[in-house]
C-alpha cells in the first residue's frame, strides 16, 4: 500500500536460520540490498550497514531467536520478537 505524505519506508525482512540469514531491505517498495550472511554479530553489523535509523527489526520466535536477539541488541538494534 502506497504512502501519501511522502515519507520514507524502510522495510527488513530477514528469514533466520541457526548458521545464516536471508535478507532484504527496501526503501519505498525499492530492494536496496539482498543478501545472504552468517547469522553472527558480524554478518548482521554487515548486513544492516550501520544504519543508525532503523525505527525496528523485528524477527521470529524461535529457537535461536535468542542468540540473533542479542546480536541485535549489541549493534544498538531495536528488536521485536
Same mark, same amino acid.
Given at each position: 500500500? +502506497?504512502?501519501?505524505? #511522502?515519507? *520514507?519506508?524502510? %522495510?527488513? !525482512?530477514? $528469514?533466520?536460520? *541457526?548458521? @545464516?540469514? =536471508? !535478507?532484504? %531491505?527496501?526503501?519505498?517498495?525499492? /530492494?536496496?540490498?539482498k543478501l545472504k550472511?552468517?547469522?553472527?554479530?558480524? #554478518?548482521?553489523s554487515n548486513f =544492516? *550497514? !550501520? $544504519? $543508525?535509523? %532503523?525505527?525496528? /527489526?523485528?524477527?521470529?520466535? #524461535?529457537?535461536?531467536?535468542?542468540?540473533?536477539?542479542? @546480536? =541485535?541488541? $549489541? =549493534?544498538? /538494534? +531495536? /528488536? *521485536?520478537?
Amino acid at each position: 500500500m +502506497p504512502f501519501s505524505g #511522502g515519507e *520514507k519506508i524502510t %522495510i527488513i !525482512g530477514v $528469514d533466520i536460520h *541457526k548458521n @545464516y540469514c =536471508l !535478507g532484504i %531491505i527496501e526503501e519505498n517498495n525499492t /530492494v536496496i540490498t539482498k543478501l545472504k550472511f552468517s547469522n553472527t554479530e558480524q #554478518g548482521w553489523s554487515n548486513f =544492516l *550497514k !550501520g $544504519d $543508525d535509523n %532503523i525505527d525496528s /527489526v523485528i524477527i521470529e520466535a #524461535g529457537s535461536i531467536s535468542e542468540r540473533t536477539l542479542r @546480536y =541485535l541488541e $549489541d =549493534l544498538n /538494534v +531495536p /528488536v *521485536k520478537m
